[in-house]
């Protein structure tokens, strides 16, 4: 079960402005992407759900990090249904993110108590989301629905939270472009954690990206 409260998860969200994705079939890299991306300044991480040891490496993470590293918020993505989010969320994920919007997987969350990031891409979608117990929700995919999106919707949804995931780069004009529409944070994955670096293990590379990426935000909110 979950090891970080709701508040704290969201929190830490907010604060750091950045989510990490990761997957990777292999545990020991999967640890070594989670240690750099805490010395880089990261309390949040989203392990995604995408190869078919998902499961039991997630597992070696939350271990990991409870003995390790117990104040990094530990996130499932790429959950499609209840089941799996209940999976999950026994093996200990302090939030599960989801690239649709199935309101069973809130309903699951609501009950584990945990935070639930659904994907988003239009107004019905998000009052459905809040209706049905999301605080956060992610726009997905970011590059499509555009910045231009996201600043009309909090027009009438002023209080509305919004993870943007696709799209976002690890430049000051990019983070500017979306936080400056009002973004609560963002999700990146690829630009973290590319594959020519992890193939290196050149995890100081990732930490020092991270640590850029964290003085982006902290700039740009004063």
């Known amino acids: 079960m979950a090891h970080i409260n709701k508040d704290t998860v969201l929190n830490s969200l907010h604060e750091g402005g950045i989510l990490p994705l990761f997957y990777h079939d292999e545990a020991e890299v999967a640890i070594e992407v989670l240690k750099a991306s805490y010395r880089g300044g990261l309390r949040v991480f989203e392990f995604t759900n995408r190869g078919g040891n998902a499961l039991q490496t997630f597992e070696q993470l939350v271990q990991y990090a409870h ?3 117990p104040d990094m918020a530990m996130g499932i993505g790429t959950i499609y249904d209840a089941e799996s989010a209940n999976k999950f969320i026994y093996a200990g994920a302090d939030f599960v993110v989801t690239p ?3 309101t069973a997987v809130g309903a699951a969350c609501v009950a584990a ?8 891409a239009t107004l019905t979608e998000i009052y459905n989301a809040r209706q049905a117990g999301a605080e956060v929700v992610k726009l997905f995919p970011g590059e499509v629905v555009g910045s231009a999106f996201l600043k009309a919707v909090r027009g009438p949804m ?3 939270k919004i993870m943007v995931t696709g799209g976002v780069r690890p430049t000051m004009e990019s983070f500017n472009e979306w936080f400056g529409a009002g973004a609560y944070c963002v999700g990146m994955g690829s630009h973290l954690f ?4 992890l193939k290196e293990k050149n995890y100081m590379w990732v930490e020092k990206k991270i640590a850029e990426c964290l003085s982006f935000v902290q700039e740009l909110r004063g």
């Open 113 to 120: 108590e945990v935070p639930w990031l659904p994907g988003v």
């Open 194 to 197: 590319p594959k020519e670096v």
């Open 100 to 102: 649709i919007l199935n």
């Open 158 to 160: 002023a209080d509305l």
């Open 67 to 69: 003995e390790h590293l």
